[in-house]
């Protein structure tokens, strides 16, 4: 089960923080699975914002770079993506996926991200 939170509504330039909590997975599983944001908006495909490696090297879109940060915390097992200075470009359904063994994937249900301008 992976479960996203931190979504709402804001101001373009203002900041949202994400987290993806993967509750009932064990530590051994998590810690070395990659971890990437995703997000969606209406009518168009899913993309990817920024991944980050069991290593702890992280990705990101050229959209999000310079504003967005994605960080983990393997001891309770949380994933964060900082988002600061938000445009309405932004708005979209953000998703977690966690990958695990480089085959299954675990995907949270969404949370729900407006920036209005």
């Known amino acids: 089960q992976v479960v996203e939170s931190g979504g709402g509504s804001v101001q373009a330039g203002q900041s949202l923080r994400l987290t993806c909590h993967a509750p009932r997975m064990i530590t051994s599983t998590f810690n070395p699975s990659p971890v990437a944001w995703y997000r969606q908006a209406p009518g168009k495909q899913r993309e990817l914002v920024a991944t980050i490696a069991r290593d702890f090297e992280t990705n990101y879109a050229d959209s999000v770079k310079g504003r967005f940060t994605i960080s983990r915390d393997n001891a309770r097992k949380r994933v964060y993506l900082q988002m600061n200075s938000l445009k309405p470009e932004d708005t979209a359904v953000y998703y977690c996926?966690?990958?695990?063994?480089?085959?299954?994937?675990?995907w949270g249900q969404g949370t729900q991200v407006t920036v209005s301008s």
């Open positions: 996926n966690i990958r695990v063994r480089d085959k299954d994937d675990y």
